[in-house]
């Protein structure tokens, strides 16, 4: 089966490289892809919200399978559109992805399924936000409703600051804002595939959201991730499908939208049980990088089942019992004040260490090599027989890498494999 993968950053070059390892898989192709998935797919540049471009290129190229990784897309409807072309494509309806792209309807499809998450209150005026900000008391947090690539939720004990992102939600366009009850305890996510009907979880994994060490500075796209978590309650997989991804793709059926994809459950082991903090309509970004890292059963025959409403005829899928720990690599200033065309150099030299490997998040092929194109430059994956292992490798590899005024967290699963999360 030949594959068209759509997007262009780190998640989906860990899908191209997972692909590319299975014998089933033939040409491999990605839309627009980066200069890194270039080594395992040829590149065709299509916009990726162009659903009409996307169903003409699969057409074009014979694909079995179009993977759709980002949420704009999805959003976009462009799943929807190669469905309507004949093709099986891997990735939520534009109706099952309001799932992310609108925190108020996923509140309310939690609610009519039951799934424990924060209470929530939605305004549309400032009076609204200011009687909800007051109703819950600090932290506050306060959510654009709409999709904001992170950017979106602001958590603080600081009533004015809580206030103005509440105000500059709402001064855009149709702005909505969701404010809602804090949640304490550390976070989890957990990717859940669906063919809308049956459900089938991944690993867990952890995502660490602020840009510094010791989650200091503001909130990224997402800095490293790790898997397993050994600190994690046993069960928490069979009761986050139990309680979680079984009734809400139960709930999206009932209302003729069924969900099928990846449910990405962002959830919060709080002191009061397990809460759902977000819904994502797709696979996360780092944490996809270390959750594939781990999977032994080849990909594609997977994301084709969820894809075409086999997933209940897959046999259980086969992981690896080692860790895997990704480290991301953020450019000059990221992400404030990004500075793009540093060159790059390393790769080669940390990918020759054993267990490292390098995904491309944010590159481009300038006039002299490899230059940043974006705020995450690269992932840097270690896998280890644990996660002091995995953490060695990833480091070690970083440490090959070279790129003018980067910076990376050095605390990536740290606490973990110390024990002390
Ligand atoms: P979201 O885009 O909804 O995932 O939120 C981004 C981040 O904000 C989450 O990963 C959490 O770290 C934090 N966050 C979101 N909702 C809450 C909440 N109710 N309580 C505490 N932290 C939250
Ligand atoms: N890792 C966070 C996200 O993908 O939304």
């Known amino acids: 089966m030949d594959v068209l993968v759509v997007g262009s950053g780190a998640r989906e070059h860990a899908i191209v490289r997972a692909l590319a390892a299975d014998p089933g898989v033939g040409a491999l192709h990605a839309a627009p892809g980066n200069p890194g998935i270039g080594g395992a797919a040829t590149l065709h540049a299509v916009d990726p ?29 462009v799943a929807d559109a190669v469905r309507a072309a004949g093709i099986p494509a891997f990735g939520p309806s534009a109706a099952a992805a309001r799932l992310e792209g609108s925190k108020a309807f996923a509140k309310e499809v939690m609610a009519a399924a039951g799934v424990p998450t924060a209470e929530p209150r939605v305004a549309t005026t400032p009076a609204e936000a200011e009687a909800g900000l007051d109703g819950f008391g600090p932290p506050y947090v306060v959510k654009d409703d709409g999709l904001a690539a992170g950017k979106g939720v602001v958590v603080t004990a600081d009533r004015a600051e809580a206030l103005a992102h509440a105000v500059a939600c709402l001064a855009k366009p149709d702005g909505r804002v969701v404010i809602e009850e804090f949640l304490d305890g550390p976070e989890v996510s957990l990717f859940v595939l669906s063919d809308g009907v049956h459900v089938v979880p991944l690993v867990p994994a952890q995502d660490f959201k602020r840009v510094g060490d010791d989650d200091a500075g503001p909130n990224t796209g997402g800095m490293g991730a790790y898997s397993p978590l ?52 797709r696979f996360g970004d780092p944490e996809t990088q270390v959750v594939l890292a781990r999977l032994v059963t080849p990909l594609a025959g997977v994301l084709h089942a969820a894809a075409t409403g086999s997933l209940a005829d897959v046999p259980p899928l086969v992981w690896r019992d080692d860790a895997a720990v990704t480290v991301v690599v953020a450019g000059h200033g990221y992400p404030v004040d990004v500075r793009t065309g540093d060159p790059i150099t390393g790769i080669a030299a940390a990918e020759a260490l054993p267990g490292v490997h390098v995904l491309h998040a944010g590159t481009a092929l300038g006039a002299d090599g490899l230059v940043s194109a974006g705020g995450r430059v690269l992932t840097v994956v270690g896998v280890g027989a644990d996660l002091h292992a995995a953490r060695a490798a990833a480091y070690a590899g970083v440490d090959r890498i070279g790129l003018p005024g980067s910076h990376h967290r050095s605390d990536i699963a740290l606490r973990a494999a110390e024990g002390t999360v």
């Open 230 to 281: 050994p600190w994690a309650p046993a069960g928490l997989v069979e009761e986050v499908v139990a309680r979680v991804a079984q009734p809400t793709v139960d709930e999206m059926a009932r209302r003729g939208t069924p969900f099928a994809g990846v449910l990405y459950v962002g959830l919060a082991l709080t002191s009061r049980g397990t809460r759902v903090v977000e819904f994502n309509a």
């Open 49 to 77: 919200l162009d659903g009409a471009a996307v169903a003409a290129l699969a057409r074009e190229l014979g694909v079995g399978l179009v993977v759709v990784g980002p949420e704009a897309p999805l959003v976009a409807g």
